[in-house]
């Protein structure tokens, strides 16, 4: 019934918008890393009235299917269909005295094939249902208030956003690659206020992962003193990258909030002629604590070509949450140097040469033999180096070497032009951990069709080459998004 009556209304604003379609650039577009560019937005106005009148509504029908299979099945290996079939409605109000609102509705239908109907084992597309409402409820479908913050603009060059949001800084964003994207109850502040600098600071209360329907604490694994429905793992941060020591209990019995924020900042100088610098810096209190620099020096720059050398280091700062979960993310710190300390560290390297509509990046990475980096916000310490996709190479000991290859990026999110992305990855990992080497390769592509140029199609697919025996995979997606 549910799904029937998202689809009546989706049906009917697609409708409209067809009927008010001009030739003036897409209201909204779609970017490969999944952030949406909004061409067109609500002006000033001058009364309560206007202020919602003279709003828009932003609309996306979705589709998205993951075809995952093992070299070997086994008990917890199982081959299976995964597949979301959805969309969003977003509000966006007029500005009135420096004030404006939006709201975004998101809905996810979500339909699988796996043996026993066993979700828990389920791998990329699990986030096309709540695993946990299906477990517990039976529910296959999941409606989502997403979006629902207040915005202030009085500041000049500066907003203040309060409210449920997407974010998207160096160690949260809203990741939205499934269904329903990352969001957070959130205060954030973003200016520019300082000439050729950008600065963003964030209070991230509670975060909404893309497979729930409620709410949870920023580092808090679930467990039976949590939840006492079926699987409680899933009822709070269940993220692949969620460390699994940090447990609700754990957090109880070492007198520890299961309510600590999570405070962000990011800033960026663009001061020097082809120089980038950005800082990033993160902490959960009384927890951990991450800071990030990155220099970015364009050496060579013409009409056609570019080249731009890039460093980036990250420190990890052990603030207590070590001596509660351990070194390891999996909670199983086998061979670390101290298998009680959070502190690490990770330096990553690139080169990107640009050249006319061709972009190569060579990247490495190299986390230190210190302890796993903790960062499960659907942002990745090692993304735009050396991380590819479903891969979590920011373990312990792990060096990483990435060959990309992208062909018509666009600024613009319009994918007239094929794009296409192919990478290659190896991953030098730590065997006395029990970790594994691996290969990865990997081939993207995007398109916007003529026939319709606010539909745009995705297929990616990975395949993973690991040295652990009968665990080779290969997950191949297929994506259609209509924004209206």
């Known amino acids: 019934m549910k799904f029937s009556l998202f689809l009546f209304v989706m049906l009917g604003v697609v409708f409209n918008g067809f009927l008010c379609a001009d030739e003036a650039a897409p209201k909204r577009t779609l970017k490969a890393n999944y952030v949406e560019i909004y061409n067109q937005q609500p002006k000033s106005v001058n009364s309560f009235s206007e202020m919602f009148k003279e709003g828009m509504v932003y609309g996306r029908l979705r589709s998205n299917t993951f075809f995952f299979n093992y070299e070997e099945e086994t008990s917890t290996q199982k081959n299976h269909i995964t597949s979301g079939l959805g969309g969003s409605l977003i509000y966006q109000s007029a500005i009135l005295n420096d004030f404006d609102f939006r709201t975004g509705f998101y809905y996810s239908y979500g339909f699988f094939n796996i043996k026993d109907n066993d979700v828990s084992s389920l791998k990329p597309g ?30 000049k060059k500066s907003e203040i ?11 949260a964003k809203s990741n939205d690659s499934k269904m329903i994207p990352n969001t957070f109850d959130a205060v954030v502040v973003s200016t520019k206020a300082i000439p050729d600098t950008e600065a963003t600071f964030g209070y991230l209360a509670y975060q909404k992962l893309r497979g729930h329907t409620k709410t949870s604490s920023v580092l808090v694994y679930g467990d039976s003193n949590s939840s006492s429905s079926l699987y ?17 209990t754990a957090l109880k019995t070492a007198g520890k909030s299961t309510d600590a924020p999570l405070l962000v900042a990011d800033i960026r100088n663009n001061s020097v002629k082809n120089l980038k610098l950005d800082a990033s810096f993160y902490s959960v ?6 800071a990030m620099t990155e220099v970015n020096y364009k050496i060579f720059s013409n009409e056609n070509l570019t080249i731009t050398p890039a460093i980036r280091y990250i420190r990890q700062f052990d603030n207590g949450a070590g001596a509660i979960g351990g070194a390891a993310l999996n909670a199983n710190p086998v061979n670390y140097k101290d298998k009680n300390s959070l502190n690490s560290q990770m330096i990553a390297a690139r080169l990107i040469t640009k050249y006319k509509n061709y972009e190569l990046n060579i990247g490495y990475s190299n986390v230190f033999d210190e302890s796993d980096l903790v960062t499960p916000w659907r942002a990745f310490p090692t993304a735009g180096y050396t991380r590819s996709m479903t891969t979590t190479n920011w373990v312990a000991n792990t060096k ?9 990026p666009n600024k613009l999110a319009i994918y007239k032009n094929l794009y296409m992305e192919f990478s290659l990855l190896h991953n030098d990992a730590d065997e006395a951990k029990e970790q594994y080497d691996d290969n990865y390769y990997y081939a993207g592509f995007i398109k916007n069709f003529d026939f319709i140029e606010n539909l745009q199609g995705r297929i990616r697919v990975g395949h993973g080459d690991t040295k652990k025996v009968g665990a080779d995979y290969t997950d191949a997606r297929v994506e259609l998004n209509y924004l209206f």
Not at 131 to 155: C, E, H, P, T
Not at 285 to 290: A, E, G, V
Not at 400 to 408: E, F, G, H, K, P
């Open 161 to 171: 956003k309060i409210g449920r949001q997407l974010v998207n800084a160096f160690y």
């Open 400 to 408: 990483s070497y990435r060959v990309q290859l992208a062909i018509n």
């Open 285 to 290: 209190p009384k927890l951990i604590s991450q």
């Open 126 to 155: 699990q986030d096309v249902l709540s695993r946990f409402n299906y477990i517990n409820n039976g529910d296959k479908d999941m409606s989502v208030l997403g979006q629902a913050y207040i915005r202030y603009l009085g500041i």
């Open 232 to 248: 409680p793992q899933y009822s709070e941060n269940d993220d692949s990258a969620m460390h699994k020591g940090l447990t609700y």
